[in-house]
T-cell receptor
Framework: EAQVTQNPRYLITVTGKKLTVTCSQN?????MSWYRQDPGLGLRQIYY???????DKGDVPEGYKVSRKEKRNFPLILESPSPNQTSLYFC???????????????FGNGTRLTVT | QKEVEQDPGPLSVPEGAIVSLNCTYS??????FMWYRQYSRKGPELLMY????GNKEDGRFTAQVDKSSKYISLFIRDSQPSDSATYLC??????????FGTGTQLKVEL
């Protein structure tokens, strides 16, 4: 089954403790992206990648890192999490870097992160 | 002014009702218009995709775009309890970086 898989689904951590949220897609997609979803703010892009070893900042990149060493994986790293990073995180992928009906963004089922 | 405005709801309707969901936008560079549906504890999934003014129909769903007014709508006919979800409008100028609305929560009651 074609899918974007995120792990873990739920994570509670403390301020300053480094964590990684993994994202993997099995569709051989070129484009991958991370979003965070907050009430009243909607989905906002954190980072994106147009191919292996090519990453760039989205709208809210502060406090996050990413890497794209393999095409299928795009982990999100929080080096020193803070409470304002408590949010619902989504990884997404697409077969092309251009938007089209035939290559929409496919989203994972989310990771709910709480930083205390 | 926000780039995208979407009424958050919640919107509660009886089964069989016609539902109208709306978004306005301010960025003239937006050329592609989408509606995503998000069920509870799931990621958004693409529902409708359009790139021109006018209407596009897919089953019980109709997406309407008015570029001159910078206004898009999603109509759901004969709404069903399975349509209960959050609906997100999304926009892009061409790349895969989407700008999303905040979402409208819809509940269709028996």
């Amino acid at each position: 089954e074609a899918q974007v898989t995120q792990n873990p689904r739920y994570l509670i951590t403390v301020t300053g403790k480094k964590l990684t949220v993994t994202c993997s897609q099995n569709m051989n997609h070129e484009y991958m992206s991370w979003y965070r979803q907050d009430p009243g703010l909607g989905l906002r892009q954190i980072y994106y990648s147009m191919n292996v070893e090519v990453t760039d900042k989205g709208d809210v990149p502060e406090g996050y890192k990413v890497s794209r060493k393999e095409k299928r994986n795009f982990p999100l790293i929080l080096e020193s999490p803070s409470p304002n990073q408590t949010s619902l995180y989504f990884c997404a992928s697409s077969s092309t870097v251009r938007s089209s009906y035939n290559s929409p963004l496919h989203f994972g089922n989310g990771t709910r992160l709480t930083v205390t | 002014q926000k780039e995208v405005e979407q009424d958050p709801g919640p919107l509660s309707v009886p089964e069989g009702a016609i539902v109208s969901l709306n978004c306005t936008y301010s960025n003239s560079a937006f050329q592609y218009f989408m509606w995503y549906r998000q069920y509870s504890r799931k990621g958004p999934e693409l529902l409708m995709y359009t790139y021109s003014s006018g209407n596009k129909e897919d089953g019980r769903f109709t997406a309407q775009v008015d570029k001159s007014s910078k206004y898009i709508s999603l109509f759901i006919r004969d709404s069903q309890p399975s349509d209960s979800a959050t609906y997100l409008c999304a926009f892009t100028g061409g790349g895969n970086k989407l700008t999303f609305g905040t979402g409208t929560q819809l509940k269709v009651e028996l």
